[in-house]
């Protein structure tokens, strides 16, 4: 019984898969040599030599998570850093190539746009001068995807983040032979953790912004181990208390103050800008407070100052007041501006958005899908 031939491209891709490691791990040990050796010469001087009039110091190591090459993704560089201790600023010596997030913006641009591989090759080759191959730019997509997957199975512990904050990025289908172009949403939750620190955790494509769909969203972090959330952020969108009541019943709910305030300003009498922009000052200034019973005094003066002019408003402010103040009852002062709004998922995909203004809309959810994943592993890079 004869054998199947075995064709030579397999064997060579077993044998760069065998290879790429070890590769990868020479060129980061060279790269961090030759950054070492370009600090010797910048600061001039040996590693304990005393004395020198330059105010320039060694100042350690700073770990850059990933780095793009033709041969790979390098993780865990270790880059070293001078200081000026005159200015006690750092003193940067080391540029970013800019053409790796060119060519992850190009990437993502082949997954929006239905761009084939061989177009990424030629592109990359006349603008960046990256000799890669079609096979290479399937090998980064397919590792993307499965960093991906990866990343969305990912555990939690039960109370890893004090906060959510969940937010809508509006998008559209493409136009098809058998149906018309239609919006869609995608939903994001990105986690706050008591630090300060933030993350995009998950997200989850619907049509609306619905109960079912934040359910789905939440139960998937739920199932991930993230059991307990102190604080949930949104826009005020019916949706969002529905599912948290049963996914999270323990969470307090954090409407955003910026769509909250614009909705009260719908109520105005005085549309002049000068009006509102008084009107305004005094809002945000309630919520400068170190603690509730201080937000309360504050807006108490507020109601006081424009009662007479707005008394629409007014009634309405003071009947939202506490549900407003939910994160200063917890005791999350300190960066409670990552909570007073939505800003912190809407400002995340301001770009996104920007980015896919360029193509006539995604050809389906799981397009939608892939892409944001993408667009978040590019972040990565940069």
Known sequence: MSKPNVALSSLVTQAWDQLQ???LKEIRQRIEELAEAERETRLGRARHARGGASPWRRWGYRVRKVLLTPWGLIQGLRLPRIRDVEKKQEVGFLSSDLSQARLAEMLLASTLGGLSYRKVVNWARHHLGLAISTAWVGRVVEAAAERLADRR????????F???VVDGVWIHYRRSPRRRVRPGVLLVAVGVEFGGAFRV???????????????LLFQRLYARGLEEVALIVADGCGSVPGAAQIVYPGAQ??????????????????????HKRHLRRDFWWIY???????????????????AR?????????????????TFLKLGLRTWSYRLKTTNLAEGFFRNLRRF???FPGFLSPDHADRALGLYLLGAELN
């Open 253 to 274: 709910l954090q409407p955003c103050l910026r769509h909250w305030l614009k909705t009260l300003e719908a109520l105005l009498h005085q549309r002049s800008w000068l």
């Open 309 to 325: 002019s707005e008394p629409d408003f007014v009634h309405a402010f003071w009947q939202g007041f506490q549900a407003s103040v």
């Open 356 to 358: 896919l203004g360029r």
């Open 153 to 160: 199975q990912q555990r939690f512990s039960a109370r890893q």
């Open 21 to 23: 490691g070890q590769v």
């Open 288 to 306: 400068e407070a170190d603690h509730a019973d201080q937000a309360e005094q504050w807006a108490l003066h507020f109601c006081r100052r424009w």
């Open 201 to 215: 955790l998950d997200w989850q494509v619907a049509d609306a912004e619905t109960l079912n769909a934040y359910g």
């Open 162 to 164: 004090e906060a959510l």
